[in-house]
């Protein structure tokens, strides 16, 4: 028989869900015994509604770790499970738990909140694929109670499982885990996830691999989802041309890009990290990470660790000369640069990225040395390249931008000139004097000119201060005769003009407006 107070305490329970933290602590102080045990249970299950973290955490007794970058896998999953349609990229080194959050618990956290969705999970072997779906399987089996789904006893297979039917509803959710490559006739996904496509190096390496890889992306995963469906892609960056790689380059404004390397190396980390600070310092301090990058070598570092291909050098640039004399970011503050200059290449050429326009700034110290400082490289319209180049200037107070003159006659200058002049109109030049151009006719002649530049690489006079993976990779990899690359072009115009003494006449020597004035 119900007791008077049983009607209140359900009335409580039901107010109980729609108060924040603070107010639910106050109300279990004060409970009895009996109610605080109602009130635990229900605790238990807001926390496992929030998150796969959350929950792994419910189910582990607080044994699963979580950590400031899993709680990024953890919003794209609760956006998702929102009802959000969500492209997610997620690059991070490995022991660093992006499989185990993103490819057991986020399922299985998401199988428990849309019990009637299915999801689908591909790797690049059949075997590790199946390992993940055998794990949030018996995940289902030991935890039905506490979940509020269960296993459809018909239909449990490690690689293909089904869920019951919530009470009131005919549709069974479930998953389905299959090896890249393989056949997915007559499945299809509400979630979709591809957990490390290629096996390794060599995998990725070979180009009949990566198309292979590419096709069955486009003609049978894609193909398989349902409507309003999310994807989740886990690539290690074997090679600048896998499977994140072309989807980036057919289509970037798809994604979202949880980039997340173990040693923060860009002003716009993901996590607000300083350049160099590690990913999970609790487990891999910079020490350790250093130990790690010694042991495996620079390409291993660059693609497992900091999620950036680096392709094998062979041409003009050695690794070894760019390398063995980086500045770090922070010890720019202590060079004081006697010219600073920003150099744009904006021709293309007739290479496959014939829009990405070449932006680099460097500077130059009385003593001779050279600094490359910024890569701002991209793809950009005439409409927008033009304001890129000054707001550099602007950033770097830079005497002279460098431009090509190839294939516009005076169209660069004229671009330059109007940006500046806009720029100026909007109080945003911080009352600096514009820049000098500089025109140079370049397309020919690539290696007179990128050579001279490579030695002085050699000789260890150019420092690059910070890590510029997309330029260093061109450099390493061009050899005399190729078509040559826009960032690499921007570079060496850049530092041409900051290294031929002969060039000062249009710097140093014949300014008369004293734009060089605090500078040695």
């Not at 042991?295 to 392709?311: I, N, T």
Request: glycine share 10%; net charge neutral; charged share 25%.
């Amino acid at each position: 028989m119900a007791t008077a107070t049983e009607p209140r305490q359900a009335q409580l329970l039901t107010r109980y869900l729609t108060l924040g933290r603070e107010q639910r602590h106050a109300i279990a102080v004060q409970a009895s015994p009996e109610l605080r045990g109602r009130l635990a249970v229900i605790e238990r299950q807001m926390a496992m509604d929030r998150s796969p973290g959350a929950m792994a955490a419910v189910l582990t007794d607080g044994r699963e770790k979580q950590a400031r970058h899993l709680a990024l896998i953890d919003d794209a999953f609760a956006r998702i499970a929102a009802g959000e349609k969500l492209q997610v990229m997620l690059t991070m080194p490995p022991r660093h738990g992006k499989s185990q959050r993103a490819s057991r618990w986020g399922p299985l956290w998401y199988l428990r909140r849309h019990p009637t969705h299915r999801v689908m999970l591909a790797s690049y072997g059949a075997d590790l694929a199946d390992d993940h779906g055998r794990w949030v399987r018996d995940q289902l089996r030991e935890n039905a109670d506490v979940l509020g789904i269960s296993l459809n006893p018909a239909s449990h297979a490690a690689n293909r499982f089904d869920l019951e039917a919530p009470r009131g509803s005919s549709v069974r959710g479930g998953m389905v885990t299959a090896g890249v490559g393989g056949g997915l006739t007559g499945k299809g996904f509400n979630l979709g996830v591809i957990d490390d496509p290629f096996k390794g190096h060599d995998d990725a390496s070979s180009p009949a691999q990566r198309e292979r890889v590419w096709e069955w992306y486009r003609s049978v995963f894609f193909t398989r989802r349902a409507p309003g469906a999310s994807i989740i892609v886990i690539n290690t960056r074997w090679h600048e041309d896998d499977l994140s790689g072309r989807l980036l380059a057919h289509e970037p404004h798809r994604w979202l890009q949880i980039d997340l390397p173990a040693l923060a190396d860009s002003p716009d980390d993901a996590l607000g990290r300083p350049i160099g600070e590690p990913l999970w310092p609790d487990q891999y301090d910079a020490a350790e990470l250093a130990d790690t990058r010694e042991s495996v070598g620079e390409r291993v570092w660059y693609a497992l660790y900091q999620q950036k291909p680096r392709p094998l050098e062979g041409g003009v640039w050695k690794w070894a000369w760019i390398t063995g004399h980086r500045f770090k970011p922070e010890a720019w503050i202590g060079i004081n640069p006697t010219r600073v200059v920003v150099a744009v290449d904006h021709a293309g050429g007739d290479s496959m990225r014939n829009d990405e326009v070449g932006l680099v700034c460097a500077a130059r110290t009385a003593e001779g040395d050279m600094y490359v400082l910024d890569d701002r490289s991209r793809t950009m319209g005439a409409d927008t390249w033009g304001i890129e180049v000054c707001k550099l200037a602007i950033d770097r107070q830079a005497d002279a931008i460098i431009v090509e003159n190839n294939f516009g006659g005076d169209m660069a200058r004229q671009i330059v000139t109007q940006a500046w002049q806009g720029l100026a109109r909007d109080g945003e030049t911080r009352g600096l004097l514009m820049p000098s151009i500089i025109e140079v006719h370049a397309k020919q002649g690539k290696r007179l000119r990128a050579e001279p530049i490579a030695q002085l690489y050699s000789r260890g006079l150019v420092h690059h201060v910070g890590e510029f993976t997309e330029l260093e990779g061109q450099m390493v990899t061009w050899l005399p005769g190729m078509d040559s690359p826009d960032r690499m072009d921007a570079a060496v115009h850049a530092l041409t003009e900051l290294a031929d003494p002969t060039q000062q006449g249009l710097g140093t020597s014949h300014y008369t407006d004293r734009r060089l004035t605090g500078r040695r």
